[in-house]
């Protein structure tokens, strides 16, 4: 599949911060409880810290009590693979324009969807409603 953001690896890490970084395009976890959407209830949607796609929206956030921001569904398609690392068989969920490392989807969130997305601060960006 091409993308429609496409960058050398150089040109992400000028790009980027060492976290989102790290998470984007490493595939990196931010440690539970600390990112700094986790906790935000404003009204807004949420774009992917790489390219500025919008992923989800504040209405569709949820706590979970995981230590990510959860959310029962994307805005739009967006793309998924199997991840079997770390010994465990998860579904992968990346940015559909850039291929960032967005976090992973469960089958174990609240309807209607009955989806938990479990997606990384570090790989969002927040726009307020207006």
Known sequence: MRRKVERTDEEWKRELGDEEYRVLRQKGTEAPFTGEHYRNSDNGRYVCAGCGRELFSSDDKFDAG???????????????KMDTGHGMVRTEVLCPDCGGHLGHVFDDGPKPTGQRYCINSASLKFKARK
């Open 66 to 80: 995981c230590g990510w921001p959860s959310f029962t569904k994307p805005i739009d398609d967006i793309e998924k």
